[in-house]
């Protein structure tokens, strides 16, 4: 069964840069798109972005500019970076995977554990 | 964006209720639309994709239905491990986006 384990810093000052990694245990590597989301604290769920073993990504516009997504498909890992936080980043951070070749017909499954990610000066 | 509504926004409930909350999508998503489950302290969990397929290892007293704007989870006799918050998420188009969520109490 796969899981997925994230990992990085939880604790952030304004304009720093967030840097979260997920690795991948079990079945393909090459047969999804690798997500990330968040969730600020009592709120609902944001869509990040995507990242496929190829390296092609598809990011919310909402933070467009700010995130960029990595993936070694070697180690089965991937990244999520997004400059200049502020507190509005402050969120649980976490990946998933969508089907690749879903059409519309795409869900995540499973999740990561969540990071707590903290904005403060 | 499409924006997903969900209500209710939250719902007490008893054992053994049959639970039905609604989620409206501001324009058509076909039969696109997914549903999770969330308890304290987790991650979200999949309960149903597709609309109305139960993922693996989802107890049958779940359902969904609906298509184009709108969507139901019913669950059909609460139990008290089904305390919980309830997402539904678009996956028609970029970005996807999900409901603000239904928190289900005994």
């Known amino acids: 069964q796969v899981q997925l384990q994230q990992w990085g810093a939880g604790l952030l000052k304004p304009s720093e840069t967030l840097s979260l990694s997920c690795v991948v245990n079990g079945e393909s590597f090459s047969s999804f798109y690798w997500t990330w989301l968040r969730q600020p604290p009592g709120q609902g769920l944001e869509w990040i972005g995507e990242i496929n073993h190829s390296g092609s990504t598809n990011y919310n516009p909402s933070l467009k500019g700010r995130v960029t997504l990595s993936i070694d498909t070697s180690k089965k890992q991937f990244s999520l970076s997004l400059i200049s936080v502020t507190a509005a980043d402050m969120a649980v951070y976490y990946c998933t995977r969508r089907p690749l070749r879903g059409g519309s017909y795409n869900w995540f499954d499973p999740w990561g554990q969540g990071t707590l990610v903290t904005v403060s000066s | 964006d499409i924006q997903m509504t969900q209500s209710p926004s939250s719902l007490s409930t008893s054992v053994g209720d049959r639970v039905t909350i609604t989620c409206r999508a501001s324009?058509?998503?076909?039969?696109?639309l997914n549903w999770y489950q969330q308890k304290p302290g987790k991650a979200p969990t999949l309960l149903i994709y597709a609309t109305s397929v139960l993922q693996n290892g989802v107890p049958s007293r779940f359902g969904g239905s609906g298509s184009g704007t709108d969507f139901t989870l019913s669950i059909s006799s609460l139990q008290p491990e089904d305390v919980a918050t309830y997402y539904c998420q678009q996956s028609y188009n970029f970005p996807y986006t999900f409901g603000q969520g239904t928190k289900l109490d005994i």
């Open positions: 324009q058509s998503i076909r039969s696109y």
